[in-house]
């Protein structure tokens, strides 16, 4: 799994000064595409941006440039990997940002965050971080909102083309993930403790195109996986080769759903890749199970360590994983780190989310479907894709079906 490109770290090929020259190869690609009518000229790109934002132009194109700076994105909660995802998005040239948050500052915040220092201490975190944020990238228009994100109503994240939720309990990430899916509206879930971290993307329903060389074989429209499938293609001519664009579209589940899921039937009937299956995946559904029960984190409490270990083992049994891949020296490790802040971890996963919504974003590439996991101690980031199982008709003849439900609202 790579990490996040390198042009989000700076904002352009010129360091950022936007009276840098304007690439030949850039300008050229960019009237090229506004004279062939693929760019609305009331939202065009100016010079100056496209010296600003050069290389990743290069990486990414105009069109997608264009997509992200008319984009209203909402960020809850102003922690370490909020700081990161918030630093990568500015940085590429969002439209518009909204942090959210309600809380203030204290010492346990200085640790990892940059955003913000010891003067910061009892105010509030959005607030705190916005000067720093503005000065990353004035173009990007920044809004603070420093109410309770629990008394939000749904038509609250309907001005937002993505919402991105950090570092909440899951039946908060739950209410924000039926809200938008009301409002059509796409969502991230994502959080760290420690060394131990996750993404969750729930788009609803996702399309978005892979440009590949035209082969000789006609591409099918058809369904590639039981949440991708293949809905349209076209082709263009570039370089004196025929390009194929293809359209693909991934159906997605709600948070609520994915969290009681089981694995891939592929993973389930493989003994090899349920050993591989990271017991992190176990510990993220105790540790929320656990704070659903007691409307708090564990502590080093006796009664706190043998439920969560109840609760854990419990979790993988539902999971059907071999009992060998829960080990004690893991459980102890997940529960020393719960709730404290790596800068390497958060550096990561915030660069990874940033990434992917940029892509989303931008209708390119293949967003994570699902969930990811990452696991610092051995730098490892699966991706498990996590939907309800639902018996067809006559279960004495087929077995279960795994599906999305995009077009289903929880409320």
């Not at 000064?17 to 190869?25: G, L, M």
């Not at 173009?139 to 749904?154: F, H, N, Y």
């Amino acid at each position: 799994m790579n990490s996040v490109n390198q042009p989000m770290t700076e904002p352009s090929a010129t360091n950022g000064d936007a009276s840098a020259p304007v690439t030949h190869q850039t300008q050229f690609q960019y009237q090229s595409q506004l004279q062939s009518g693929n760019l609305d000229k009331t939202q065009s790109i100016s010079a100056d941006e496209i010296a600003l934002y050069d290389r990743q132009i290069r990486l990414w194109g105009v069109k997608a440039q264009e997509r992200l700076r008319t984009a209203n994105v909402l960020l809850i909660t102003m922690r370490a990997l909020a700081n990161e995802i918030a630093k990568n998005l500015v940085l590429a040239g969002i439209g518009s940002l909204t942090v959210q948050d309600s809380q203030v500052v204290v010492d346990d915040d200085l640790g990892a965050q940059f955003f913000i220092s010891e003067q910061d201490i009892g105010k509030n975190r959005a607030e705190s971080a916005a000067p720093q944020i503005r000065r990353l990238n004035p173009r990007v228009s920044l809004r603070i909102d420093t109410e309770d994100i629990a008394m939000k109503q749904p038509e609250y994240y309907a001005p937002y083309d993505m919402i991105i939720a950090t570092d909440l309990d899951l039946a908060t990430l739950s209410t924000i993930n039926a809200s938008c899916r009301l409002c059509n509206r796409p969502f991230y879930a994502s959080g760290t403790h420690g060394f131990y971290g996750y993404i969750f993307a729930d788009l609803i329903s996702h399309d978005y195109v892979i440009e590949r060389e035209k082969s000789n074989r006609p591409t099918a429209l058809t369904a590639e996986t039981l949440t991708r499938s293949i809905v349209a293609t076209s082709t263009k001519k570039r370089n004196g080769k025929v390009i194929e664009m293809v359209t693909k579209r991934e159906i997605y589940s709600p948070m609520v759903l994915a969290n009681t899921s089981p694995l891939p039937t592929d993973q389930l009937n493989s003994r090899r890749r349920k050993l591989q299956v990271s017991p992190l995946l176990t510990c993220m559904r105790a540790l929320w199970e656990f704070h659903s029960i007691s409307s708090a984190m564990p502590t080093h409490r006796h009664a706190d360590l043998e439920l969560f270990t109840t609760l854990a083992t419990e979790k993988h049994k539902e999971l059907q994983l071999p009992s060998e891949t829960l080990r004690s020296d893991f459980l102890r490790s997940f529960l020393q780190n719960i709730g404290s802040e790596l800068a390497p971890v958060t550096a990561f996963l915030g660069g990874q989310l940033a990434q992917d919504v940029i892509n989303v974003l931008g209708q390119r590439e293949q967003p994570i479907q699902n969930f990811l996991l990452f696991n610092g101690e051995e730098s490892k980031g699966p991706v498990y894709a996590l939907h309800p199982v639902f018996p067809p008709l006559d279960s004495t003849l087929h077995p279960p079906i795994a599906a999305p439900v995009a077009g289903i609202l929880i409320a």
